[in-house]
């Protein structure tokens, strides 16, 4: 009797391990299948994290900044393509932004465009309307900024993108003990001269300034 009920018991406790392991099983399958979802014909695939009104994965194509075009940057447009083409015309983008290229009489955006996109708009804005054909060909010239007076390391400092007036400064090997941090000077390429508070800025950044390729900041000695 003890031996049959001995059997009774191993099977039952057989069957409950049967039972568990199956169990963690399901669980781990519905864990896994979890982060997909079925397509309309029956396939599986991934749950996209961005979706646009149509349901498709939106596309985010971001351009770095050091590749878009910037007020001060000196250009230069090239014209082929005709048996007789312009000469070479170069100009520097105007703080608004834009330039006048050569026989459009108009002010064209240029600043935050890449020189891809700048090149097909002038030869949208020249063809049909001043010639048949044109290819126009844009560059830039090295760029650079300034940095003078009471900094560790005074310098001319390549250009390279965004850059705002304290980054630059820390570019060139932040301020002497001697610098005055409230009132840095920053000369524009237009001529024009602003004033920054860098101490101020440490706490509100919206205070800080952009540089533009050309600019020099020359920070000043502080009165004892």
């Known amino acids: 009797m003890n031996f049959e009920v001995s059997l009774v018991v ?4 057989l069957r409950a391990k049967m039972i568990m392991t199956w169990s963690s099983l399901l669980i781990t ?3 896994l ?19 646009g009104e149509t349901g498709q994965p939106l596309v ?20 082929s393509g005709l048996s007789t083409v312009p000469l070479p015309f170069t100009c520097r983008i105007r703080e608004d932004g834009t330039i006048t290229p050569p026989y459009l009489n108009m002010q064209i955006k240029a600043a935050g465009k890449t020189i891809g996109a700048l090149e097909q ?16 060909t844009i560059r830039t010239a090295e760029r650079f900024y300034f940095v003078g007076g ?6 001319r400092q390549p250009y390279i993108g965004r850059i705002t007036v304290s980054q630059a400064i820390q570019s060139a090997g932040d301020f002497t003990d001697f610098a005055d941090q409230r009132k840095v000077r920053v000369f524009r390429s237009n001529n024009k001269v ?10 509100d950044p919206s205070k800080d300034l952009l540089i533009y390729p050309g600019d020099r900041i020359v920070v000043d000695s502080k009165l004892f």
Do not use: W
């Not at 299948?33 to 695939?45: A, K, L, Y």
């Open 194 to 203: 602003q004033i920054v508070d860098c101490k101020a800025a440490l706490e």
């Open 150 to 155: 009471e900094v560790r390391q005074p310098s």
């Open 33 to 51: 299948t979890g982060c997909v979802s079925p397509n309309t014909n029956g396939s599986i695939q991934s749950t996209p994290s961005q979706v």
């Open 121 to 136: 708009e002038l030869e949208k804005e020249y063809v049909p309307k001043i010639y048949r054909t044109i290819n126009v």
């Open 29 to 31: 399958a519905v864990f």
């Open 60 to 79: 985010i194509n971001e351009v770095p900044s050091s590749d878009l075009l910037e007020p001060g940057n000196p250009i230069t447009i090239s014209f």
């Open 10 to 13: 191993r099977h039952l406790m």
